[in-house]
């Protein structure tokens, strides 16, 4: 077990946006490990016209209706396939509740929003593969823990949703994120906000500094590499790009705890971002301090890739960024290296795509920021 691991990222498998092939072709390959990154199941409300449609007639807010969309999403025989193939690391993120929630506070600001993540956080756990002393005490459950695949590799495995501040700068009448210039949103640079919560930060910071294994794999939910959208600027608040202090505060925290070959794994934001991560984003090119490998969708829309294109020449710390792929990273690990390859789906509408690999990336033990293969 020490020798080698090869295991699968992924994430944002909207039942109503297209089939799961992508689940199929990842059994074939007889994956050791599944590492999900949350959005398993979507509340939103059934939609006219789609390949298919969620159960119910309205968004997800009870136990029963969160129990029916984790009941339909679980019939899928591809999804029940890779169930059946390989054991499960999992997280949440915020579909399992509700979209864009900050800790307390859902997107359109009810009153009653804990008695539903109470209901989400239920049904979440009854459906997921995990022990019984996970069991949710209302709306709290513990999802951060730490999983070893013996001195190889460490997953540290976050929260970012429950103990997070709320969104800085939501638009006027509601909660959730947006997109702010940095000049017109001076709470994002607020040095106290936190993403994780200071208990989980302090857990993984602890995490990190052990000096047992060879890889430390930060598997979180979103995208942890800056990425502006304008020169000036710009960054969308839901990511780590709206908790810049918090992020920084676990960057420094990976150099100063001297940190075995850190790498984190995204997903939520249904595209293939591969990134160099450093301390700070204007470090110059060879500042860097770890690897990023952030998936795209099962099956979830993504962004025209126009606009991410666009994009790429403002973050060149960004190695590449397909936000028009879906599928999942599967990842092979050993003392020496991982390598990375970024499975995409021919048409995540065709029960029966193909599959292929649209770029291949490996980052070396000791040499961080993943390279072309």
């Known amino acids: ?153 460490r997953f540290h495995v976050l929260d970012d949703r429950q103990y997070r501040d709320w969104h800085a700068c939501p638009p006027p009448g509601r909660a959730g994120s947006t997109t702010v210039n940095l000049a017109d949103c001076p709470e994002l640079l607020l040095p106290n906000r936190t993403l994780l919560g200071r208990e989980q930060e302090r857990w993984l910071v602890e995490g990190l500094a052990q000096r047992d294994v060879r890889w430390n794999l930060i598997a979180q939910q979103t995208l942890m590499a800056p990425f502006t959208w304008t020169k000036e600027g710009r960054y969308w608040t839901d990511g780590w790009a709206g908790y810049p202090a918090a992020r920084d505060r676990l960057l420094d925290a990976i150099v100063e705890r001297q940190a075995a070959n850190p790498v984190v794994l995204s997903g939520d934001v249904h595209c293939n971002y591969v990134c160099d991560l450093k301390r700070r984003v204007d470090d110059p090119p060879d500042a860097v301090i770890a690897s990023e490998f952030c998936g795209t969708s099962i099956t979830s829309a993504g962004l025209p890739q126009s606009r991410v294109a666009a994009a790429l020449p403002l973050n060149p710390h960004v190695k590449y960024g397909r936000a028009d792929e879906r599928g999942y990273v599967a990842l092979k690990l050993d003392a020496s290296r991982i390598e990375a390859s970024l499975r995409v789906v021919s048409d995540v509408d065709d029960p029966n795509a193909t599959i292929r690999t649209a770029a291949r990336f490996v980052v070396a033990s000791g040499r961080p920021g993943p390279q072309p293969a």
């Not at 059994?27 to 509340?43: I, M, Q, T």
């Not at 999992?90 to 864009?100: A, C, F, M, S």
Request: net charge negative; hydrophobic share 35%.
């Open 1 to 153: 077990r020490d020798e080698a691991l090869a295991f699968a990222i992924a994430s944002c498998q909207r039942y109503d946006d297209g089939y799961y092939a992508a689940w199929r072709h990842l059994a074939d390959e007889s994956p050791d490990l599944v590492v999900f990154l949350g959005d398993y199941v979507y509340e939103s409300a059934p939609r006219k016209g789609r390949v298919r449609m969620h159960s119910g007639t309205g968004a997800a807010k009870t136990l029963d209706e969160y129990r029916a969309r984790y009941a339909q999403v679980k019939s899928d025989p591809d999804l029940r396939r890779i169930h059946a193939a390989a054991p499960w690391i999992l997280t949440w993120d915020d579909h399992e509740v509700q979209n864009d929630y900050a800790r307390d506070r859902g997107q359109d600001l009810a009153p009653d929003f804990l008695a539903r993540r109470a209901a989400a956080y239920r049904a979440w756990w009854e459906h997921m593969p995990l022990p019984p002393a996970t069991r949710p005490y209302g709306p709290d459950l513990r999802v951060h823990d730490r999983y070893d695949w013996g001195s190889l590799a």
